[in-house]
């Protein structure tokens, strides 16, 4: 197994599960039934990359800053699988068991507050954690990450002895984690694009694209992403 053998693994995968909505008309299903299959498989693909002890950082692009343009009923319909998810997942096994850390970036200013309550009751239930981060993003933006962390400096909330490339990371929505930059990210549904997910922070991660739907990947399709990033030679410009 590829857990085992003696590889370059990642620390850190992001992944934009995408294609949710047309895995539904795929399938004749309810956009709802939809949503909750692609909930369900962002649990089931957090315990395979668990299987792998190296991997420390899971980052999931759940809702954009555009994606709060669509329908109110949609959106409604996101928010209540969101808060149920969220409910369910303070009493999950696989993070307590695991000592997974959930937290949320993004502008929680666009979100609901019930909503945004559940999100903090989950931050706070697994606040102790510290073996792997799960970092789900939830009203976030790239370029609007980037403008708040200016706002940060230019209100003092965040003081840099000195403001270069690396000492940015430090007022970034991501600035707790070890590993910051995804070794990964991951994009299903067939689009080959960022769609403004971690703009600073992937700038050298290696980019995946996946024909298939997000609640059709399987653990195969895991296995076969790391086996493709352990040959892939990093050079970082050098």
Not at 194 to 209: D, I, K, M
Request: charged share 30%; net charge positive; aromatic share 12%.
């Amino acid at each position: 197994m590829l857990g085992s053998m003696s590889v370059d693994l990642p620390r850190h995968i992001a992944v934009i599960p995408d294609g949710n909505r047309r895995y539904a008309r795929k399938y004749g299903l309810s956009f709802h039934q939809a949503y909750k299959h692609g909930v369900e498989k962002v649990r089931k693909f957090a315990s395979w990359v668990l299987e792998y002890r190296e991997i420390k950082h899971i980052t999931f692009f759940a809702l954009s800053t555009e994606n709060l343009r669509r329908n109110r009923a949609e959106l409604e319909l996101l928010f209540k699988v969101f808060k149920e998810e969220i409910r369910k997942a303070k009493e999950d096994p696989l993070i307590h068991e695991n000592r997974v850390r959930v937290r949320f970036i993004g502008d929680r200013s666009l979100l609901p507050q019930d909503l945004v309550r559940a999100m903090e009751e989950l931050e706070a239930a697994t606040s102790s954690y510290g073996d792997y981060d799960l970092t789900l993003a939830l009203g976030y933006g790239g370029r609007n990450e980037i403008v708040r962390c200016i706002r940060r400096l230019l209100s003092g909330e965040v003081k840099l002895a000195e403001i270069n490339e690396s000492a940015l990371f430090q007022c970034l929505d991501t600035s707790y984690l070890q590993y910051p930059e995804p070794d990964i990210l991951i994009r299903t549904g067939g689009e080959k694009r960022l769609s403004n997910f971690l703009l600073y922070q992937t700038a050298y991660s290696e980019l995946f694209f996946l024909d298939k739907y997000w609640p059709e990947i399987e653990r195969e399709d895991l296995r076969e992403v790391l086996e493709e990033y352990a040959r892939r030679q990093r050079r970082f410009g050098r």
